[in-house]
């Protein structure tokens, strides 16, 4: 406090600057008041914020693929799938061969071809059956090589081979890639290292024995020197045998298990010379498919917009962003007729709820009261029993179109279609939301003096001008409430529609719904929620914009 | 996570085939998820009643969710916390479930029973053991009812799937299923698509708008329903003449309510209704979920199953020993949707085909309904 001079700050009784001590004072405050409110914020935080967010994040999440197929997604880079109907080179199947194979090891290949089959109609079944043959093509390899040399069989031959120094990197990277596969860190020892000179010899081989080891080790828990490796393995050297350099590498080769190898070498002739994209062709002709391949390579990036664009009609291809086919849009319609039906249930709310608003204000008290218990009652019945009983009302052998026939209104033969449709879903929302509306336009007009009224009248008004120029623009604050309430509520609902709404009565939350529980398409269920939302705020922004949001008022 | 799952389930699985015989370790609670109803009410009586009494420590809690059980088990997967121990599923999500790796493979040779002549289980179930974790209960159609007062004076009444779709003959509203399965099937049948050809046909661009083009000749006098009940309530309030819906709620409909309602057999579709057990279950639920199955679907069991609900036994050696109806006294085998006289004309839901085009086949559809 150097500077407490005369002429220095004022300072507080304990002689601290008085600016300094009130700071603290109102930090203290401060503190005080978060810490109170800290329970609150915590739960919201921890029950609402996170979920949700991690819901919508869904919507650009797309790791699996690279996660699945990493190997071959980084080959596939090379391929610009555009070059007329070229497939994509023999190194990418080769990559997908090992790739899949461990994935259908682990029980991860099925959910990659259910993810990619919301892009490109039959990857699910040529995922799921490949996977069930991948040992198949592998014993290719597996039997003639072990035809070869009996040393093939054996768990310790494979162990000693690939055992070494200096393959630390490779082995690293593979572990990293099974811990994305399987979402679970792979930390722990494995009992083998891998040897740098064979990573370098068999690059393949290296990769898919390393794949093997640590799945053995870790997920198995199996000793890896024990274990006869993979399938995959075998046709990973059958791989690694179709190039020259491995040849010459062989052929200088002196460390252990290189007895097999030569002999493996020098008779090379009895391996398959099928190449890997004729044996995937052999088990299902799809993998000769462009668009199959086209759809791996667009959605290989770890996030994609591919969800939001599915959202507003339109697709990710190869040679960039393009509307869907006619005949599979429906979200830019369905997000349009969620946003004028729920203007219209609004606005059917402000008409029917107004007088009985205006009559619960200024009734009697005790006529007031039993009419709110009117209100009310509806609201605390179950959503579904009412929803229900309108389906008993609206149908054309219900109760409205019975009276309508027997009164003679309507002829038996052409009964009102009255549900199953958009009329029913207004009908029977407007109902539900009524509440709503009535509530805070109740609160509002029960605050506006029934003097105000009198003294235009007094004053020469007529009724009508008295109520448009004095009493309506003082309810103004009720009716921005209840329908930012109605309409919001509205924007959202997905039961009412559901029942009554048929097929032009069902708003985009039931296609949220039924991409949620039914389709299991969550990304795009996100995407769809997200734009809902952001539409919702949008509005509310607008709203705040044009009416203002301190002229809304819930009560008194 | 995941990892000590897989590794919980495996050994888990070892455990279990011990502890059947054993009795050992296994949890005192369960967690059943069905349907409701009277579905899950014939369970009760065929399966858990007699097999709490032969356990009396067991308590069963019984959840209806199976509607939702592939979005809640993903839900409850990602969550970490797995609440149930056998659930009820239609084939198509077992398969579902398979793929995305929430259910349990099961080997039927090992962890269900034989029939009583020996015969394996795999044998005994023979076809309807879809993908690799689906236990198969019960058989199950979704079949047409029609409304017997309404059918126009001097016209048979409807034996024809293509009937449906005859508007002149037949005037009057129709419910289908709001989605495209089954639907577009019959729509091809009934537009001269052999039955051999449908899914073929229906695997191309021009033939999935074939099949839409021929609903469309209905689609202003069709009401679409979402859940079962849906078709026998309209049918009972006289909302629609003809309707599809699962052959076990027009069985209710017309034998235990006594409404003036037909069945038409006319191409139903044979789908399957069983139990899948979650992945990742704890060694001692999985012990007793195990032993659950092991029970519930035996030979006897499964017939004793169709006493409550006309839903035919998933074994083959069940059949013979269904019985009357436990209520009604009649005899159950005639309203079997696999009694001969009924399956003159079938299809079986193709789950691969759909497991493939239900999305692609679903946007177009749902664009056609909107439209």
């Keep these: 406090m150097s500077d407490t001079t005369e002429s220095g700050p004022m300072l507080a009784a304990d002689g601290t600057p008085l600016k300094q001590s009130l700071a603290r004072a109102l930090r203290r405050q401060k503190m005080r008041a978060l810490l109170l409110i800290a329970p609150l914020l915590i739960f919201i935080v921890v029950t609402f914020v996170i979920p949700i967010v991690s819901m919508l994040f869904r919507s650009v999440e797309n790791q699996i693929v690279s996660h699945t197929l990493p190997g071959t997604v980084e080959v596939l880079e090379e391929w610009s799938g555009t070059d007329g109907d070229e497939l994509p080179p023999e190194i990418v199947y080769q990559n997908l061969y090992i790739d899949l194979f461990k994935a259908a090891e682990a029980k991860e290949h099925t959910k990659l071809g259910t993810r990619l089959n919301y892009e490109q109609t039959g990857i699910s079944s040529l995922f799921r059956t490949t996977g069930r043959n991948l040992d198949d093509m592998g014993e290719e390899w597996q039997d003639p090589l072990e035809d070869i040399d009996e040393a093939f069989e054996e768990a310790d031959f494979w162990y000693s081979l690939m055992s070494g120094t200096g393959g630390e990197e490779l082995l690293e990277e593979r572990r990293n890639q099974w811990a994305a596969l399987i979402d679970e860190g792979m930390a722990g020892d494995i009992g083998f290292t891998l040897s740098g000179e064979i990573a370098e010899m068999l690059p393949w081989t290296a990769r898919a024995y390393s794949d093997f080891a640590i799945y053995a080790a870790i997920v198995d828990e199996d000793v890896v020197a024990e274990e006869e490796p993979w399938e995959a393995v075998y046709a990973a050297l059958g791989m690694d045998l179709r190039s020259a350099e491995t040849l010459d590498a062989i052929a200088s080769y002196s460390g252990a298990g290189a007895d097999p190898l030569k002999a493996a070498v020098a008779n090379i002739d009895q391996l398959p010379t099928i190449t890997f994209k004729e044996a995937f062709a052999d088990q299902d002709e799809d993998w000769l498919k462009l668009e199959n391949w086209q759809a791996i390579k667009v959605y290989s990036p770890d996030y994609t917009t591919g969800y939001f664009l599915n959202a507003i009609d339109m697709e990710k291809g190869i040679e960039g962003i393009q509307k869907r086919p006619d005949n599979q849009q429906i979200y830019i319609m369905l997000f349009q007729r969620t946003l004028i039906m729920s203007l219209i249930i609004t606005f059917s709310c402000i008409l029917l709820g107004y007088p009985v608003a205006w009559l619960l204000a200024n009734l009697p008290v005790r006529s007031a009261n039993v009419l709110m218990i009117l209100v009310l009652l509806p609201f605390w019945t179950s959503l579904l029993v009412r929803t229900s009983a309108w389906k008993v009302l609206l149908q054309q052998q219900g109760v409205i179109n019975e009276i309508l026939v027997w009164l003679g209104f309507v002829d038996d033969a052409n009964r009102l279609i009255l549900m199953n449709n958009a009329t029913g879903t207004i009908i029977a929302m407007t109902h539900i939301l009524l509440p709503f509306m009535i509530l805070p336009l109740y609160s509002v007009m029960k605050t506006i003096p029934p003097s105000y009224l009198r003294a235009a009248k007094s004053l020469g008004a007529t009724n009508w001008t008295a109520f448009w120029r004095v009493y309506f623009p003082q309810s103004v604050p009720g009716i921005g409430a209840g329908s930012i309430l109605v309409f919001i509520l509205a924007i959202g609902y997905y039961i009412t529609p559901e029942i009554v709404g048929g097929t032009d009565g069902v708003f985009i939350s039931n296609r949220i719904a039924y991409h949620i529980s039914s389709s299991l398409n969550w990304g795009l269920a996100a995407a769809l929620g997200t734009i809902l939302l952001a539409v919702v705020l949008l509005l509310y922004w607008l709203y705040d914009r044009i009416v203002g949001i301190d002229n809304v008022k819930l009560g008194g | ?371």
């Design chain 2, 1 to 371: 996570m995941k990892l000590t799952k897989t590794l919980l389930a495996s050994t888990a699985l070892t455990v279990a085939a011990g502890a059947v015989a054993a009795d050992g370790h296994m949890a005192n609670d369960m967690t059943l998820v069905s349907w409701g109803g009277a579905y899950q009410q014939s369970q009760i009586n065929a399966y858990t009643d007699p097999y709490t009494e032969m356990n009396p420590g067991v308590t069963v809690t019984w959840d209806e969710s199976s509607a939702e059980a592939v979005a809640k088990l993903r839900a409850m997967n990602e969550a970490g916390n797995i609440t149930w121990d056998v659930v009820d599923v239609v084939a198509a999500d077992a398969l579902r479930l398979c793929d995305e790796g929430l259910a349990m493979e099961i080997d039927p040779d090992e962890h269900l029973a034989p029939a009583p002549d020996g015969t394996s289980a795999e044998d005994d179930f023979g076809d309807l053991l879809v993908g690799d974790c689906f236990i198969p209960q019960i058989v199950y159609s979704t079949t047409f009812g029609y409304r017997t007062d309404m059918v126009p004076e001097g016209v048979e009444a409807p034996n024809d799937i293509c009937d449906v779709f005859d508007l002149e003959t037949y005037p009057g509203m129709r419910s289908l299923e709001k989605r495209p399965i089954n639907n577009v099937e019959w729509a091809l049948l009934c537009d001269g698509v052999a039955k051999e050809d449908v899914y073929d046909v229906l695997s191309t661009e021009e033939g999935q708008e074939q099949a839409l083009a021929k609903l469309d000749t209905i689609k202003d006098s069709v009401i679409w329903w979402s859940a079962g009940a849906d078709t026998p309530q309209l049918l009972a309030d006289g909302e629609v003449f003809i309707g599809s819906t699962y052959n076990g709620r027009l069985f209710s409909a017309i034998e235990e309510q006594g409404q003036p309602i037909g069945m038409m057999w006319d191409a139903q579709v044979f789908d399957l209704d069983g139990w899948i057990i979650p992945e990742g279950l704890s060694d001692e639920r999985l012990a007793r979920a195990m032993d659950f199955i092991y029970f519930a679907t035996d030979t006897q069991r499964l017939a004793d199953q169709a006493k409550w609900i006309s839903y035919g036994p998933a074994r083959a050696s069940s059949a013979p020993l269904v019985g009357d109806h436990a209520d009604l006294g009649i005899a159950m085998a005639p309203h079997m949707p696999t009694d001969p006289n009924n399956s003159k004309n079938t299809f079986l839901y193709n789950y691969e085909f759909w497991a493939d085009y239900r999305d692609d086949i679903d946007a177009k559809f749902q664009s056609w309904l909107a439209q």
